[in-house]
């Protein structure tokens, strides 16, 4: 049987979301020059001239069986021609300046209510792909190239972040931000401040003032950093580690983190810097990604600062990012990522359930319009979110379970996806509660062989590493794959 790659044929954007569709199957694959006509092939080759072709039509192949509304039916069994559901970023359309797109909110809304948030479909068109090419190609006598999805003994990936959207509960600093903010005459990204904002950042300016004096006349500690030294302590404990994403840049807009560089904070029983914070705990092995700042979702210009602020600060060419309030406009985001020139994003989640927003439990490059966005900034999907189980009628135990199926999906169908937690909970009882889940997951996880629990960092090398060799270019291993990868296909 001759050994042979998948050649691809195409007209953009087609070809563009059929690379992912292969990419995500784990198979390689080389572009043959697109074809005049809308039409679509998959070709299996041999090395050789001369060798078998088969035609496959993965738009009605591939897809599962359909038992949703006439509406979302209708979505997905869209051809690749007009770019699919899964990867075009069709829904994706939610948060813009901390508010829903007017344009969008209905199709967003039906989404949250409907079975395929939770369930991976981008994944089972890979399965299905992959088995239908395979198969395809073995009738020909030719055996397929292919690359692991997951490390060595790993079955799925799970990756820990932790969003920092405060530093303490109270401080001066925060108070000299809101008082510049209410203070501003407002910027092109943002425009003018609303007299009421105005006013809510004057008396959140004066709430931080009247809590640090209160702390200082009758004592205690600030609930913020407790919560950050718990989790960071969880972790050391038991041998995983996290990325953190955070947001010190100095120029803060209405709603964004209040906290720069120079605010201070105790952690480890002493005050220190949050340049000093960030040094230490990258030093120690954790990660830290940019929270890019609300009206940075849409604005090139400020986005590009944003990240070069975090690549200066951290000696750093390339870094990951998520948007603060998972601020994403489709299209227009991904252009600003781009611009930014991020390692990845992982703004792709929801923050008001649990679940696979764009059913989307694998890493992929977004492409949108007819010639694609030409970037290759990575969006893995965030899929849980802890703000979800701040509402009724979560509590622990059934926050867990809600949990623990969501992973198992993303066991079951060979997938990956971040879950975030936030150390900055003013609630005791409820931080206590959050602790207590993420704890549990924690535990479950680290029982589970299978997994690999990584960092969003650690895991986009990884793909792109493993999207390069998909590709048949040249590009060096990581060291998972380079001692018996090719016997874990």
């Not at 050789?48 to 069994?77: D, F, K």
């Not at 003994?153 to 209410?182: C, M, P, W």
């Not at 986009?460 to 090719?486: I, Y």
Request: proline share 6%; aromatic share 10%.
């Amino acid at each position: 049987m001759k050994e042979g790659s998948l050649f691809l044929t195409a007209p953009e954007p087609s070809l563009g979301i059929l690379q992912e569709l292969t990419t995500a199957a784990g198979l390689v694959f080389r572009d043959q020059p697109p074809v005049d006509s809308r039409g679509l092939s998959v070709g299996t080759a041999g090395m050789g001239g001369g060798a078998p072709e088969v035609v496959v039509e993965p738009t009605r192949a591939s897809w599962p069986p359909l038992n949703a509304p006439q509406e979302w039916a209708g979505i997905l069994q869209e051809s690749l021609d007009q770019e699919s559901l899964v990867l075009s970023g069709y829904e994706a359309c939610t948060r813009l300046h901390g508010v829903r797109d007017t344009v969008s909110h209905s199709h967003y809304a039906a989404w949250l209510g409907n079975k395929f948030a939770g369930f991976p479909v981008m994944n089972l068109l890979a399965q299905r792909f992959q088995k239908q090419v395979l198969t395809a190609a073995e009738e020909h006598g030719v055996r397929l190239k292919q690359v692991p999805r997951w490390p060595p003994g790993k079955q799925y990936a799970v990756l820990l972040t932790h969003d920092i959207d405060y530093l303490s509960q109270f401080s001066l600093e925060n108070a000299r931000i809101f008082l510049g903010v209410a203070l501003s005459p407002g910027s092109r990204e943002t425009g003018s401040l609303s007299f009421a904002r105005r006013l809510v950042n004057i008396i959140k300016a004066a709430i931080q003032v009247r809590g640090v004096l209160g702390r200082r006349l009758w004592g205690g500690r600030d609930r913020f950093w407790r919560n950050l030294e718990q989790l960071i302590d969880l972790e050391h404990r038991q041998g995983v580690r996290s990325t953190f994403f955070v947001a010190p840049f100095p120029e803060k807009g209405d709603r964004d983190p209040p906290y720069t560089c120079r605010s201070s904070f105790y952690f480890g029983g002493a005050e220190v810097k949050f340049l000093e914070w960030l040094r230490w705990v990258r030093s120690h092995g954790w990660e830290v990604g940019l929270h890019g700042s609300l009206s940075s979702s849409c604005s090139p210009e400020r986005m590009k600062s944003e990240a070069e602020f975090m690549c200066g600060i951290l000696g750093e060419k390339r870094l990951g990012n998520r948007q603060h309030c998972l601020s994403f406009k489709a299209g227009d985001t991904e252009r600003v990522h781009a611009n930014a020139e991020f390692l990845y994003d992982s703004s792709l989640g929801y923050n008001e359930r649990l679940g696979f927003r764009n059913s989307a439990a694998l890493p992929f490059y977004p492409r949108f319009g007819e010639a694609g966005n030409g970037a290759r900034v990575l969006q893995i999907p965030l899929v849980i979110h802890d703000s979800v189980f701040y509402n009724l009628p979560y509590n622990e135990a059934k926050a867990l379970a809600d949990s623990w199926k969501i992973i198992e999906e993303l066991k079951r169908h060979q997938g990956c996806g971040a879950i975030l937690f936030h150390p900055c909970s003013n609630d005791g009882d409820k931080w206590q509660m959050m602790y207590g889940i993420y704890q549990d997951l924690l535990a479950r996880l680290l029982q589970d062989e299978t997994v690999w629990l990584t960092t969003a960092g650690e895991l986009s090398r990884w793909w792109q590493t493993r999207s390069s060799l998909c590709a048949e270019t040249d590009c060096p291993a990581p060291k998972p794959m380079e001692q018996g990868w090719q016997d874990e296909v």
